[in-house]
């Protein structure tokens, strides 16, 4: 690969990019997440419908991440009763993203468009875990159309009074995989005026989708230097990749924590597989493993 598509692909993986206006009166965060949302289902091997909320949903994560520091963590959890029973994806600012959907019947195939009787009736949960907080810190609020993007925008304006825009969109090809995805959020910041915020509404209202300026290999900035109607400056730009920290010694850890009895239960029966929710990578045990594990909770009984 020489150095232009070097550059190129650089600049066109999974980013997102953070601004405040000239004016300091609103701030604005674009993210793309395409290889992540196809990263996403490829692991949890997702037909269209279900992979398109999930993609949805991290990159809502993503962008509502961009406003913490480092390792904090944005949690977005949406539980509906419809045909989707949960969607979860966890971001931190520093680029990591991962989640899961969940069906009413699993393995069942998705009909349908219309996405608010898909998610049905239930609520929205945003949690960050910062650091100076011993426990997460959480809102909770009424599923409105269940198209994510809305909820997040409700989610802010309602919760937080922060007057928000939000726009998550994600495009799939003819046999149902993710080509494109990302999401733009855009809050008001103090001093800002009813007739600007109207202003960027309508901008939002009327761009094309997102989708398509990520097919004309535009990045996230440039996105946001043709749909906002602001002159704005970069205060960060990270890359996105879908990451999940699951490990061996994390489940290993996690084992120890139901006993002897179980533990030599599940040797007994061949139950040796493990699988991240998260991510769906899967680790299997060995006698071995099961020895060290039988050995540790010995030592810790005496």
Known sequence: MDIDNIKKALQLRDRAVRVISKDGHYRAVCVKNTTTAQTAQKNHKLDAIPAVLLARTLAGASLASAFLKGEERIVL?????????????????????????????????????????????????????????????QGVV???????????????????????????????????????????????????SDFELLNIYDSLKNSKPLTQYFDDELNPQQCMKNILPFEFDILSSTQVDFFCRCSMETFKSKL?????????????????????????????LTNDDFNSLNQELIARNN
């Open 142 to 192: 009424p599923l409105q159309k269940g198209d994510i993007a809305t909820d997040l925008a409700f989610y802010y304006n309602q919760s937080e009074q922060v007057p928000s825009a939000v726009i998550l969109d994600c495009s799939t090809d003819s046999d149902g995989f993710i080509s494109q995805s990302g999401g733009l959020i855009v809050q008001a910041m103090p001093g800002h």
């Open 77 to 137: 959890q949406i539980d509906g009763d419809g045909a989707v029973s949960k969607i979860f994806a966890e971001a931190m600012q520093l680029g990591e993203v991962r989640g899961f959907i969940d069906l009413k019947n699993p393995g069942s195939k998705i009909e349908g468009k219309n996405i608010s009787e898909i998610i049905g009736n239930g609520l929205f949960r945003l949690s960050r875990v910062l650091y100076n907080e011993a426990e997460p810190v």
């Open 256 to 284: 120890l924590t139901l006993g002897k009895k179980e533990i030599n239960e599940m040797q007994q029966v061949g139950h040796n597989e493990l699988v991240c929710r998260y991510c769906s990578k899967h680790y299997y």
